[in-house]
């Protein structure tokens, strides 16, 4: 069975610090790894990741994979009280014509005080 | 610009009674269209995904079914709400093809008393 594990279940850090969120997955016929934000409601998106090694950053984030040990870890620097959120992390199987079929960790829950 | 409404916000509803979740895309051609769930303190679980009209295919046996009667319209209903049917409802969209970015709508709090 497909299997995506998020580490640590919540976080709670002060402004400034650099927080590290992990994923790990067991997923047959992997395509992408994906990372979204999730604040109140709809999630966001923040990065894809399909090759090992290659570093995707944004701003304060940034986001790497490694395909041969499983795991993806977000990265985010410089913390603000605006990045409290669950950061969902999610991996897309292949399968026939049907794309867009993602197994969802069950998040990380990151609060940043003052 | 694409945008994606999702209806009610929320929702209260009893046991037994039926239910109709409607989600529209706009700005957008045949789209693939999705139904997630998210229960308290989980991530999301996928429930239904249609790749076109008419074409809806199920991930996990339960109470709901889905509908797509029109391109760009996406519909969760059951006939019988359960408890365990409460929980946050999610529908997204992507363009076909491997999946880059997944849209998502606002959401629908369902709630089973």
């Known amino acids: 069975e497909d299997k995506v594990v998020q580490s640590p279940l919540s976080l709670v850090v002060h402004e400034g610090d650099t927080v590290t969120l992990n994923c790990s997955y067991e997923?047959?016929?992997?395509?992408?790894l994906l990372w979204y934000k999730q604040e109140k409601k709809a999630p966001t998106f923040l990065f894809m990741l399909?090759?090992?090694?290659i570093e995707k950053k944004s701003g304060r984030l940034s986001s790497i994979l490694d395909k041969k040990e499983l795991f993806s870890i977000l990265n985010i620097t410089a913390t603000q009280t605006g990045d409290s959120a669950v950061y969902l992390c999610?991996?897309?199987?292949?399968?026939?014509?049907?794309?867009?079929?993602?197994?969802f960790g069950q998040g990380t829950i990151l609060t940043v005080h003052p | 610009s694409q945008t994606i409404h999702q209806w009610p916000a929320t929702l209260v509803q009893p046991v037994g009674s039926p239910l109709s979740l409607e989600c529209t895309v706009e700005?957008?051609?045949?789209?693939?269209l999705y139904w997630y769930r998210q229960a308290a303190g989980r991530g999301l679980q996928l429930l239904f995904y249609s790749v076109g009209i008419g074409q809806i295919s199920s991930e996990v046996p339960q109470n709901l079914s889905a509908s797509r009667p029109q391109d760009r319209q996406f519909i969760l209903s059951s006939k019988k709400l359960l408890l365990s049917d409460s929980g946050f409802y999610l529908c997204a969209w992507t363009v076909g093809g491997p999946i880059g970015e997944l849209f998502f709508g606002e959401g629908s709090r369902l709630t089973v008393l």
């Open positions: 999610a991996v897309e199987y292949a399968g026939g014509t049907s794309y867009g079929k993602l197994t």
């Open positions: 997923v047959t016929n992997f395509r992408s």
């Open positions: 399909t090759s090992s090694g």
């Open positions: 700005g957008t051609s045949n789209p693939n």
